[in-house]
C-alpha cells in the first residue's frame, strides 16, 4: 500500500518537474545570449577633406590670368617706337650744339606738351615725345644760329630759337606743336615784350630826295 501511493505520488510530481523544467530552458537559453546581438555599429570614419592645395589649385585655374587694361596694352602699342641703333656719329660742333638744347616738359600753344630727354647713354642724342609720337634726334648744324635737331628716318624736327621752338614734321609740311616755351625761353620771351630789339632801320638817315 505504501508503495503503491508513493508510486503515486512519483508519478504525479515527475510531470510537474518535467514542465516545470521545459520552462526554464527558454529562460536560461535567452539569459546565455548577450543583451545586444546585434553587431555594434562601427563608426564611418569623417568625409576626408580635400587638401587645401587641390583648392588652392581650383581656384587658381578659376582665376583669370591678370592682364593688362585694354586701353593701357593699347596705349603701349601705340606708342611710336624709337631706333637707338643709328649710325651717325656727331662731331664736336654737334656735342656742343646738344648743350644748348633746353629738355624737359615743355608747354605748347594749344595744350600740347613736348617731352625733351637726353640719352644720358649716348651725348648728344635726344627723345622728343608728343603724345605716342617718339622720335630720336640729333643736333644739325643751321645756317641761322637756330638750334635744330632732327630725325631724318621719320621726317621729324624739332627748332628751337630764342623765345621759342616748334615741332614739324617735314614729310607733311605740318606741325605738331607751336609756340613751345620751356622756363628759359619765356623769360626771353618776356625780355623781348619789354625790351623790343631794334629796327634795323631805327635812326637811319631819311633817303635823299
Not at 518535467?18 to 562601427?42: C, F, L, N
Not at 622728343?128 to 643736333?139: D, E, L, S, T
Not at 625790351?195 to 632801320?201: D, G
Request: glycine share 4%; charged share 25%; with cysteine.
Amino acid at each position: 500500500m505504501k508503495k503503491l501511493l508513493i508510486a503515486s505520488l512519483i508519478a504525479c510530481v515527475l510531470p510537474l518537474a518535467a514542465q516545470a523544467q521545459d520552462a526554464a530552458k527558454p529562460a536560461a537559453k535567452t539569459a546565455a545570449k548577450p543583451a545586444a546581438t546585434a553587431k555594434p555599429a562601427a563608426a564611418k570614419p569623417a568625409a576626408a577633406a580635400k587638401p587645401a592645395t587641390t583648392t588652392a589649385k581650383s581656384s587658381h585655374h578659376g582665376k583669370a590670368k591678370p592682364k593688362l587694361a585694354r586701353s593701357a596694352a593699347k596705349a603701349v602699342e601705340e606708342v611710336t617706337p624709337v631706333d637707338t641703333d643709328t649710325d651717325v656719329t656727331l662731331s664736336p660742333e654737334d656735342i656742343e650744339i646738344a648743350g644748348r638744347v633746353y629738355t624737359g616738359n615743355i608747354r605748347c600753344e594749344l595744350g600740347a606738351n613736348v617731352q625733351v630727354t637726353a640719352d644720358e647713354k649716348h651725348p648728344g642724342f635726344f627723345t622728343v615725345q608728343i603724345q605716342r609720337n617718339r622720335y630720336r634726334m640729333h643736333p644739325v648744324v643751321s645756317r641761322t644760329g637756330a638750334i635744330r635737331l632732327e630725325d631724318p628716318r621719320a621726317g621729324a624736327l624739332w627748332l628751337q630759337l630764342g623765345n621759342k621752338s616748334m615741332l614739324m614734321n617735314q614729310k607733311i609740311g605740318e606741325r605738331m606743336a607751336d609756340e613751345c616755351q620751356s622756363p628759359q625761353q619765356t623769360a626771353m620771351a618776356e625780355e623781348l615784350r619789354k625790351n623790343p630789339p631794334k629796327s634795323l632801320f631805327e635812326g637811319a638817315d631819311a633817303p635823299k630826295n
